[in-house]
């Protein structure tokens, strides 16, 4: 093994952690396009086509994190149906714990 060679693992180690940032910050702004094209254009369909039939619907977004739908059916038994679309904290969060492990030296 070359000296150098845990050099080369921490440079390799900060590219790869670069790489990961800009992967979550590329995920975030997907996610908040998929929900301006996609969710948001279909949920305000839904809210139309469920007053004619006189059912409260709304919508809202959290930007950055979710999309929510609220139907709630005259008489029913259920107060409310919530629809939830999120992007899952695990996907765009990085935490890193660094572990050290040592043996007490014999010598000594």
Not at 28 to 57: G, I, M, N, S, W
Not at 64 to 87: A, C, E, N, T
């Amino acid at each position: 093994m070359k000296k150098a060679d845990w050099q080369d693992d921490l440079t390799t180690c900060f590219e790869d952690l670069k790489v990961v940032a800009r992967c979550r910050e590329e995920a975030l702004e997907h996610f908040e396009r998929f929900c301006d094209y996609v969710v948001e254009p279909a949920f305000e369909a839904l809210v139309e086509e469920f007053q004619t039939y006189q059912v409260k619907a709304r919508f809202w977004k959290v930007r950055g994190r979710s999309i929510h739908l609220d139907v709630r059916f005259p008489k029913s038994s259920v107060d409310q149906f919530h629809y939830i679309l999120w992007m899952p904290r695990n996907s765009v969060e990085l935490r890193l714990k660094l572990t050290v492990k040592y043996r007490k030296s014999t010598q000594g």
